[in-house]
T-cell receptor
Framework: AQSVSQHNHHVILSEAASLELGCNYSYGGTVNLFWYVQYPGQHLQLLLKYFSGDPLVKGIKGFEAEFIKSKFSFNLRKPSVQWSDTAEYFCAVNALTDSWGKLQFGAGTQVVVTP | NAGVMQNPRHLVRRRGQEARLRCSPMKGHSHVYWYRQLPEEGLKFMVYLQKENIIDESGMPKERFSAEFPKEGPSILRIQQVVRGDSAAYFC?????????????FGSGTRLTVV
């Protein structure tokens, strides 16, 4: 079955530490890839997306992600986190065999940044 | 430009009652999507609608759930005869048509509690 897997459910790290969140998907064809963030009590916000082109994608708030097609991965990174990065992070995939806009989400990774 | 508006934010229903969740898309968006988020899980796609049309309902439970997006007014997700297992956060998203700028935007969600 097609799926999106996020490797860690919970991550705790200190301010200024580097962050990397893993995301793998199992779709065989062409995909669009996304990372969303959900701050406590707020709606999901788009951090970055990949449709085509340069596999290293830069997003908002200093986040970036790298698409590695051979590994079916789209890992999210930030070199130095801040307390305000405490949130839940979701990887999502839109397979082009699916209808436009139908996103398949991973289970999410809860990130807690301690001062 | 108001974002995606969902109401109510919180909804409590007794088992057997009906729940109606409303979603007003962003101005200029003609596509609406509904997702459900169960505790400790990611968002699960339910249905994709355009005005007066259901495009993809592959994620909708076969019974008790229905969705509409009329020519005028908000999109409605309707759950009849609710059960405890329907307790979840329901998120709506809207977007412009495929091919335009990616403007996929989520609302703040409706948290349904069935008692």
């Amino acid at each position: 079955a097609q799926s999106v897997s996020q490797h860690n459910h919970h991550v705790i790290l200190s301010e200024a530490a580097s962050l990397e969140l893993g995301c793998n998907y199992s779709y065989g064809g062409t995909v669009n890839l996304f990372w969303y963030v959900q701050y406590p009590g707020q709606h999901l916000q788009l951090l970055l997306k990949y449709f085509s082109g340069d596999p290293l994608v830069k997003g908002i708030k200093g986040f970036e992600a790298e698409f590695i097609k051979s590994k079916f991965s789209f890992n999210l990174r930030k070199p130095s986190v801040q307390w305000s990065d405490t949130a839940e992070y979701f990887c999502a995939v839109n397979a082009l065999t699916d209808s436009w806009g139908k996103l398949q989400f991973g289970a999410g990774t809860q990130v807690v940044v301690t001062p | 430009n108001a974002g995606v508006m969902q109401n109510p934010r919180h909804l409590v229903r007794r088992r057997g009652q009906e729940a109606r969740l409303r979603c007003s898309p962003m101005k200029g968006h003609s596509h609406v999507y509904w997702y459900r988020q169960l505790p400790e899980e990611g968002l699960k796609f339910m249905v994709y609608l355009q005005k007066e049309n259901i495009i993809d309902e592959s994620g909708m439970p076969k019974e008790r759930f229905s969705a509409e997006f009329p020519k005028e007014g908000p999109s409605i997700l309707r759950i009849q005869q609710v059960v405890r297992g329907d307790s979840a956060a329901y998120f709506c998203a809207s977007s412009p048509p495929a091919g335009e700028d990616y403007g996929y935007t989520f609302g703040s969600g409706t948290r349904l509690t069935v008692v």
